[in-house]
């Protein structure tokens, strides 16, 4: 029975999980979390990629299991008698995971820095990483010495010049990363406001130079906005200089309403009166933009461009579920452009 699954549980994973499992898990988990995602979590990102460092190693793996996630880190008291790496060497802890021959994907010693989250990702295959975790084919990853999952030797990750990026062994011949190229996606404000599938065909070039054709499937959420950019890795065209496909990245663009009129998370709308209603007042109903409709009225003089706020009835609020902007009804009265003498004469006599 392991000490702790809190690690397991960042993953999403059972703790009998096998390497497979955990890789897909880390997929999951590190996908959903990013930064450069809608549903990013920075911190989160981090405790994800430190729990897959571990769980990954099987060394690290097993002390986590019996001892908990302190040691794990190497930071065990050395005052506990029922843990063997208690002050078993130098540093606070005396076990050190982060380099040598324990393996492990930390590009130096010393705590888990979100530098070595971008770094596990990054190994990891990226946003391109394929349903088992990982899209390296090249690298030497076929179960290596040692037990380690990722081949190798006991050093985890190796590049063709030898050793681990960042210092394990040997200098990484690293390969550019792959152009991203940006494409405006025009968006209604009606889609925006009860999310939508577009269906986007692109046309690219594979390995041979030939031009292929494939559709891509754009999730839009409600309350997304102008300036979203939703990324689809290695979809474009093929790079040979970067052994991949460029990153197709869409751009929301929220198109023009004749109606309605998007100011954050809140909807404006004017309502034209005549300068009769104005004065004596009015009853209209008019339509939102989730089609509900809404009556008004007023018995007595409205001023012109006067303003009414419906709570609750703007667009909704990607960050927040269930939440929702304003809706902002502006009054706008239409003067008669000429007045027949008698009206004069009316208004005159009535004012």
């Not at 303003?307 to 927040?320: E, F, Q």
Request: charged fraction near 25%; hydrophobic fraction near 30%.
């Amino acid at each position: 029975m392991v000490k702790d699954t809190k690690l397991y549980n960042l993953l999403g994973v059972e703790p009998t999980a096998n390497e497979a499992e955990i890789k897909k898990g880390y997929r999951k988990q590190a996908l959903k979390y990013h930064p450069d995602k809608p549903t990013g979590d920075t911190e989160k990102f981090k405790e994800i990629s430190e729990a897959f460092d571990i769980l990954s190693n099987p060394d690290k793996r097993e002390v986590y299991d019996q001892y908990g996630l302190e040691a794990a880190r190497g930071n065990a008291p050395a005052a506990d008698p029922g843990n063997p790496f208690g002050g078993a060497g130098g540093g606070a802890g005396g076990f050190n995971f982060g380099g040598g021959s324990g393996g492990g994907f930390r590009s130096s010693g010393g705590g888990f820095s979100q530098a070595d989250a971008f770094n596990i990702f990054s190994q990891m295959g990226g946003f391109g990483m394929g349903d088992d975790g990982f899209t390296f084919s090249s690298s030497g990853f076929g179960g290596g010495a040692g037990g380690s999952p990722f081949g190798g030797g006991a050093g985890g990750f190796r590049s063709a010049g030898g050793g681990m990026p960042g210092g394990f062994g040997g200098r990484q011949q690293q390969r550019p990363e792959p152009d991203t190229v940006s494409i405006q996606l025009p968006v209604s404000l009606e889609d925006l406001y009860k999310g939508a599938t577009k269906k986007m065909k692109i046309t690219r070039k594979d390995a041979n130079g030939t031009r292929e054709q494939k559709v891509l499937e754009v999730n839009i959420k409600p309350g997304w906005k102008s300036g979203t950019k939703i990324n689809f890795a290695n979809e474009g065209d093929y790079q040979p200089e970067c052994g991949a496909r460029q990153t197709i990245q869409f751009v929301i663009q929220e198109k023009p309403n004749p109606i309605f009129k998007r100011d954050g998370n809140d909807i404006k709308m004017n309502v034209h009166l005549s300068f009769k209603e104005s004065l004596c007042g009015f009853e209209k109903d008019v339509t939102t933009l989730d089609g509900r409709r809404i009556s008004l009225s007023r018995s007595s003089p409205v001023q012109p461009n006067s303003t009414t706020n419906y709570p609750g009835l703007g667009m909704p609020i990607s960050k927040s579920p269930g939440q929702k902007g304003d809706l902002e009804i502006t009054y706008k009265v239409d003067y008669p452009s000429s007045l027949t003498p008698a009206q004069k004469q009316a208004i005159l006599d009535n004012f």
